[in-house]
């Protein structure tokens, strides 16, 4: 009967480990999608500040993604490097991938979101 429990009780704490890890990745990717609300107001002031997504402006969203959120976002856009007249409004794609906390590196979350913002530059 005593290996019988010690097992069970081994069995128990496995198991009690394993879902404390995953409440725990599920808090830390909620965390992590939250942030993207903070790039995306980035691509936002700098397409009214730039006058769309200039070279300029997606280089500073590159160095911000980098510094800041450890590259996990990107934009695209078919206005890419184009200078936007001013009132259009410039339609754009955050790519945003998420490392997956306590596996291996190259299991990611991929997730696109799209906005849109005015340029503000006469």
Same mark, same amino acid.
């Given at each position: 009967m005593d290996v019988e429990?010690?097992? %069970? #009780?081994?069995? *128990?704490?496995l198991f009690y480990c394993l879902t404390v890890l995953?409440?725990? *990745?599920v808090v830390v990717f909620g965390y992590q999608l939250q942030t993207i609300t903070t +790039?995306?107001?980035?691509? @936002? +002031?700098q397409i #009214?500040?730039?006058? %769309?997504l200039t070279a300029e402006?997606? *280089? #500073?969203?590159?160095? +911000?993604? @980098?510094?800041?959120?450890? %590259?996990w976002y990107t934009v695209e856009? =078919?206005?890419l490097g184009k200078k936007a007249a001013f009132g259009d409004t410039v339609a754009y794609t955050i790519k945003?991938?998420? =490392?997956?906390?306590f596996l291996p590196? @190259?299991?990611?979350?991929?997730?696109?979101i799209e906005g849109q913002a005015p340029s503000q530059v006469r």
């Open positions: 429990d010690s097992q %069970g #009780e081994v069995f *128990s704490m995953a409440f725990l *990745s +790039y995306r107001q980035q691509v @936002n +002031y #009214e500040r730039k006058g %769309g402006a997606v *280089s #500073e969203l590159k160095d +911000y993604s @980098n510094k800041q959120f450890h %590259g856009s =078919p206005s945003a991938t998420y =490392p997956v906390l590196d @190259n299991i990611s979350v991929k997730i696109g």
